[in-house]
């Protein structure tokens, strides 16, 4: 029996169990060292947005059903009332649930029991008062440091050790985060008068969020414009008291909440950020959360980016390939995603202070023309897991997936296997998510898929042999060496292919072997925007270069105007846009198949 791949995981918060939970889900043997002698017994409570529930529910179905039954998941309808210090309503923004995945308030110590109970039931070990204070990479493991003097060895090392991260230190070596400007003072109360229902109330220099958690118990923080240091030296109690001074005059039953907080349950917390990192890995140590990249709660994504890392790590280091380059790829995924947040959250934060008569007009300006609190939260929520292959049915038994490794790469037993193109540098764009959903469509017809966007493909400086040093480059071309069929999919703002696609393609001419190009692959083409005359000539655009690298057989094309919500989900008449996406994947698929059983596909003549 092959030895299980052994993974230390520095650190047991939310983004440590997460990926402890999902790898060892996944066959993996797990340690999780945490320095605190308990696990979730501080903090308030947090908000898991869509994308944060939609990674939970990738890591293990049980571990999103646990969320949804321990948070507060919105009723349809449910609002999220924005209001100024006086109480008077800016907005009331729709929290309702959508349409795969809620938002969900919860108690920070309840999602921590939550995880660590899903990670010791799936397998993994967890040491408390333990400190990884560093590593040694050496060849074929990774010698870890403990405070008390003692070594272990595993194949890898996840540093989920926070935005203090010791793993961090020792990879990068680049000091302490940043202080943005406010503090934070959180809590909890029970029996309110504002009921079991979210708000934020703004005022100069402070705004507070409220979200209900169960239990007749609302979480509230409130972020406060000072100086570093003041308030946490303030400690608990001190720090409410000084908060209820700073509320003097605003609505009564705001302040009625914070005075009705037990001070035990009171943290303060100087906020603080990191530019993003230029790299997340050394070998066989990654990054991950915190520790790779510590963001403001302004767009409440720390949690939700913790739990999206833990996904797609737990997948990368499941799979067949090597720990650096699984560890490499997953940096590559994780990286520009994460970054953009990190400074969306930081220009939200500085927003939200209305530190100053300006900043506090345009604030509530903003608030009360849209509706919502936050600027542009759609792309950040909107993330989805990559789909997983599904076992293939033959005569009505299940075929498991079977991933195998061939002179052609990686490859999934009994199915064809689809690479789809996003032609869009921006994560979560329109292009990215019609992509997803050609990939789940390819899914649903048997095949396996692998979508590769713009922000990971992204190398203008490409030249060949760039693959024998970079990983990415080398898992992008293992991908096109090992597709059946290619979908390229493009935005049509650039009026032909943009020049990331071209980049992407420009690949194909490292690929080498005995056939070159992608001579053989049925290739299909997404136009998507609602130009008519830019959709006409990026689907030119994009046939001529399915032409030029020798696909077949004719390049399917079709244009389209968005990402459709979901693949036959409501099992009624598909939407014009779903329809033809449809007919595309099934033709790309059924083409792709035929060159998985016979490597000579026959003539079959031009597909319309």
Request: neutral net charge.
């Given at each position: 029996?092959?030895?299980?791949?052994?993974?230390?995981?520095?650190?047991?918060g939310?983004?440590g169990?997460?990926?402890a939970?999902?790898?060892?889900?996944?066959?993996l043997d797990?340690?999780?060292?945490e320095?605190?002698?308990?696990?979730?017994?501080?903090?308030?409570?947090?908000?898991l947005?869509?994308?944060?529930v939609?990674?939970?529910?990738?890591?293990?179905a049980r571990?999103?059903a646990?969320?949804?039954?321990?948070?507060?998941?919105?009723r349809?309808?449910?609002?999220?009332v924005l209001?100024d210090a006086?109480?008077?309503?800016?907005?009331?923004?729709?929290?309702?649930a959508?349409a795969?995945?809620p938002q969900?308030?919860?108690?920070?110590?309840v999602?921590h029991?939550?995880?660590?109970?899903?990670?010791?039931?799936?397998?993994a070990?967890?040491?408390?008062?333990?400190?990884?204070?560093g590593?040694?990479?050496r060849a074929g493991h990774v010698?870890?440091?403990?405070?008390d003097?003692?070594?272990t060895?595993?194949?890898a090392?996840?540093?989920?050790?926070?935005?203090?991260?010791?793993?961090?230190?020792?990879m990068?070596?680049?000091g302490?985060?940043?202080?943005?400007?406010y503090?934070?003072?959180?809590?909890?109360?029970?029996?309110?008068?504002?009921?079991q229902?979210?708000h934020?109330?703004?005022?100069?220099?402070i705004?507070?969020?409220?979200?209900?958690?169960?239990?007749d118990?609302?979480?509230?923080?409130?972020?406060i414009?000072?100086?570093?240091?003041?308030?946490?030296?303030?400690?608990?109690?001190g720090?409410?008291l000084a908060?209820l001074?700073?509320?003097?005059?605003w609505?009564a039953?705001?302040?009625?909440?914070?005075?009705?907080?037990?001070a035990a349950?009171?943290?303060?917390?100087?906020?603080?950020?990191r530019?993003?990192?230029?790299?997340?890995?050394?070998?066989?140590?990654?990054?991950?959360?915190?520790?790779?990249?510590?963001?403001?709660?302004?767009?409440?994504?720390?949690?939700n980016?913790a739990l999206?890392?833990?996904?797609?790590?737990a997948?990368?280091?499941?799979?067949?390939a090597?720990?650096?380059?699984?560890?490499?790829?997953y940096?590559?995924?994780?990286?520009?995603?994460?970054?953009a947040?990190v400074?969306?959250?930081?220009?939200q934060?500085?927003l939200?202070?209305?530190?100053?008569r300006?900043t506090?007009?345009?604030?509530?300006?903003?608030i009360?023309?849209?509706g919502?609190?936050?600027?542009?939260?759609?792309?950040?929520?909107?993330?989805?897991?990559?789909?997983r292959?599904?076992?293939?049915?033959?005569?009505?038994?299940?075929?498991?997936?079977?991933?195998v490794?061939?002179?052609?790469?990686?490859?999934?037993?009994?199915?064809?296997?689809?690479?789809?193109?996003?032609?869009?540098?921006?994560?979560g764009?329109?292009?990215?998510r019609v992509?997803?959903?050609?990939?789940r469509?390819?899914?649903?017809?048997?095949a396996?898929a692998r979508?590769f966007?713009?922000s990971?493909?992204d190398?203008?400086?490409?030249r060949p042999?760039?693959?024998d040093?970079?990983a990415?480059?080398?898992?992008?071309?293992a991908g096109?060496?090992a597709?059946?069929?290619?979908i390229?999919?493009?935005?049509?703002?650039?009026?032909?292919?943009?020049?990331?696609?071209?980049?992407?393609?420009?690949?194909?001419?490292?690929?080498?072997?005995?056939?070159?190009?992608?001579?053989?692959?049925?290739?299909g083409?997404?136009?998507?925007g609602?130009?008519?005359?830019?959709?006409a000539?990026?689907?030119?655009?994009?046939?001529?270069i399915?032409h030029?690298?020798?696909?077949w057989?004719t390049?399917?094309?079709?244009?389209?105007?968005?990402?459709?919500?979901?693949?036959?989900?409501?099992?009624?008449?598909?939407?014009?846009?779903?329809?033809?996406?449809?007919?595309?994947?099934?033709q790309?698929?059924?083409?792709?198949?035929a060159r998985?059983?016979?490597a000579?596909p026959?003539?079959?003549g031009?597909?319309?």
């Open positions: 029996m092959a030895r299980k791949r052994s993974v230390v995981v520095a650190g047991g939310i983004g169990l997460a990926v939970a999902g790898m060892a889900a996944r066959g797990v340690i999780v060292l320095r605190a002698e308990r696990i979730g017994t501080g903090g308030s409570g947090l908000v947005q869509p994308n944060g939609r990674a939970a529910d990738a890591l293990d571990i999103g646990r969320i949804r039954a321990v948070g507060h998941v919105p349809p309808g449910e609002v999220r209001m006086t109480g008077r309503v800016l907005a009331e923004e729709p929290v309702g959508a795969d995945a969900v308030p919860v108690l920070r110590s999602l029991r939550a995880l660590l109970d899903e990670a010791l039931t799936a397998g070990s967890v040491v408390l008062a333990a400190t990884v204070t590593y040694t990479v010698a870890v440091g403990l405070s003097g003692s070594v060895e595993c194949d090392l996840v540093g989920a050790d926070g935005i203090h991260s010791a793993v961090r230190a020792r990068l070596g680049d302490p985060p940043q202080y943005r400007g503090t934070s003072v959180r809590g909890r109360t029970t029996g309110s008068a504002l009921g229902r979210g934020v109330v703004n005022g100069r220099g705004q507070l969020f409220i979200a209900p958690v169960g239990d118990t609302l979480y509230w923080t409130a972020r414009t000072a100086p570093p240091g003041v308030w946490p030296a303030k400690g608990p109690a720090a409410r908060l001074n700073a509320l003097e005059g609505y039953p705001v302040v009625d909440l914070v005075r009705a907080a037990d349950d009171v943290v303060v917390t100087d906020i603080h950020d530019d993003p990192a230029a790299r997340w890995v050394d070998g066989r140590v990654v990054l991950l959360g915190d520790a790779a990249h510590p963001m403001v709660p302004a767009l409440a994504q720390g949690a980016l999206e890392d833990a996904a797609v790590l997948e990368a280091l499941a799979s067949p090597e720990v650096p380059d699984a560890l490499a790829l940096a590559r995924e994780r990286m520009a995603r994460a970054a947040v400074l969306a959250s930081r220009r934060g500085d939200d202070q209305g530190a100053d300006a506090e007009h345009e604030r509530d300006a903003h009360a023309s849209t919502r609190k936050d600027v542009g939260l759609d792309d950040v929520v909107g993330w989805r897991p990559r789909p292959p599904r076992p293939r049915e033959r005569n009505g038994t299940t075929t498991p997936t079977t991933t490794l061939t002179k052609k790469g990686a490859t999934v037993t009994g199915a064809p296997h689809i690479v789809l193109i996003s032609g869009s540098l921006r994560p764009s329109t292009c990215d992509a997803e959903w050609c990939a469509a390819c899914v649903e017809r048997g396996s979508v966007t713009g990971e493909i190398f203008p400086a490409y042999g760039l693959a040093t970079h990415a480059v080398a898992g992008f071309l096109l060496r597709a059946d069929g290619v390229l999919v493009s935005p049509t703002y650039h009026a032909t292919v943009s020049g990331l696609l071209k980049n992407a393609l420009d690949y194909v001419n490292d690929i080498g072997g005995p056939v070159p190009y992608l001579q053989g692959r049925a290739i083409t997404v136009a998507v609602s130009a008519a005359q830019g959709a000539s990026t689907l030119t655009t994009l046939r001529t399915g030029a690298l020798r696909g057989p390049p399917v094309g079709v244009a389209v105007s968005r990402a459709p919500e979901a693949s036959g989900a409501d099992g009624g008449e598909p939407a014009p846009d779903a329809a033809r996406l449809a007919e595309m994947v099934s790309v698929v059924w083409l792709g198949g998985a059983e016979d000579a026959p003539v079959l031009a597909v319309a």
